[in-house]
């Protein structure tokens, strides 16, 4: 079946201004991770839904991040008043079934640019 | 919390053998993923290890000791195309996963 699908694949800011980032999991899987990823680096916990649960935000670097997912499916990322260090890679991941969270399949990411 | 650390970057030659591995701190420890990245691609799910002892996925295994907090990515007969990144990291249960520093192998002929 399809894939995790990430939207916008880029996306160029202003400084200061909101964006959305938006990922579609794989059907039926139950959880939903949101990482971040710079240049070069290693992948940076931001948020977990699992199911109907309260999500696991402590990841979150400050209050201008917030997420939702709707439904139990789809999933935003919501970015307030943008700053130049939130240029980054923002990875979406579900996972589900008998492997649960230890296998976990990656959208294509969306490549944010604060300028 | 949990940490994992593996080490920044390992070269070797095609057809060689490498060895990649992660050493980790965590609570509620149920296993240790493998994941592969390639430059400017996504993450994609390797081997995974809940029990000590070896994995074997084709020219992947994977190797965990949990008295030792320590398991190892195996690369055999390396080819050019596994230059990429790679990452380790824990699970417990339905929590959150925490990834390790990422180790970026470089091949070379």
């Known amino acids: 079946g399809a894939g995790v699908s990430q939207s916008p694949s880029n996306k160029v800011t202003e400084k200061g201004k909101d964006v959305e980032l938006r990922c579609d999991p794989i059907?039926?899987?139950?959880?939903l991770y949101w990482y971040r990823q710079s240049l070069g680096q290693g992948l940076e916990f931001l948020i977990y839904?699992?199911?109907?649960?309260?999500?696991?935000k402590s990841g979150l670097p400050s209050d201008r991040f917030s997420a939702e997912r709707t439904g139990g499916s789809v999933s935003t990322l919501t970015i307030q008043r943008t700053q130049q260090e939130d240029s980054a890679v923002y990875l979406c991941?579900?996972?589900?079934?008998?492997?649960?969270?230890?296998?976990?399949?990656f959208g294509p990411g969306t490549r944010l640019t604060v300028t | 919390g949990q940490s994992l650390e593996q080490p920044s970057e390992v070269t070797a030659v095609e057809g060689a053998i490498v060895q990649i591995n992660c050493t980790y701190q965590?609570?509620?420890?149920?296993?240790l993923s493998w994941y592969q990245q390639h430059d400017g691609g996504a993450p994609t799910f390797l081997s995974y290890n809940a029990l000590d002892g070896l994995e074997e996925t084709g020219r992947f295994s994977s190797f965990l000791s949990r008295s030792d907090s320590y398991g190892y990515l195996l690369l055999q007969e390396l080819q050019m195309k596994d230059s990429a990144s790679y990452f380790c990291?824990?699970?417990?249960?339905?929590?959150?996963?925490?990834f390790g520093t990422g180790t970026k192998l470089q091949v070379i002929p």
């Open positions: 991941a579900s996972s589900g079934g008998l492997a649960g969270p230890r296998e976990q399949y």
């Open positions: 059907s039926g899987h139950t959880a």
């Open positions: 965590t609570s509620g420890f149920y296993g």
């Open positions: 990291a824990t699970s417990g249960g339905y929590q959150k996963v925490t």
């Open positions: 839904f699992q199911g109907n649960s309260a999500p696991d």
